[in-house]
């Protein structure tokens, strides 16, 4: 997972967390979150290698991985052991998610774009963002204004972090059912 819109990459994200919690391993002691910006080749497999502790698999996300400044010592050992991977039950599940858009000419990423689950999240423009405002307004049990929504682009634009939290704020704020 990969693009300029980290949050709906996060919630992504965190709806795959939630699937591994309900279906694999509900405690939560097998997910792994990496810093792949730092994370070294060592660490890397011994992670995603090693067995769960409480279920015969673990969830590891990798975070910006291809940011990592040495990764060009160790991709190809990274790109050998990603082929290797034939999504058996016996492996764990790696997800890479990387909070901007990469350079499509590196070698990893033209791996990662070849997976099965691959999904650019790219900034939503105005013709889309509305909708996405009415449904997180209904997640508050709230309806939102026409005139409210063009105002809240005016002044937030199309940054889903700070418009998630004003859309909080205001559906906390407002008494009605419709914010206004």
Known sequence: YYGEDSFRAKQK??????????????SRHDIEWLDGESITPDDFFRVVTTVGFLAEKKLVIVKNILANKKLADWQDALLKFLDKQKETPEENYIIFWQT???DARLKL??????????????????GKLPAWIKQRASIYNKTISEGAIKLLINYVGNDLWQMSQEIQKLANYSNASEIT
């Open 100 to 102: 901007n858009k990469p």
């Open 13 to 26: 994200i965190g709806a795959l967390v939630d699937k591994f919690t309900k279906q694999v391993e509900k």
């Open 109 to 126: 990423f033209k791996r990662f774009s070849k997976f099965k689950y691959c999904e650019e999240f790219t900034p939503l423009h105005s």
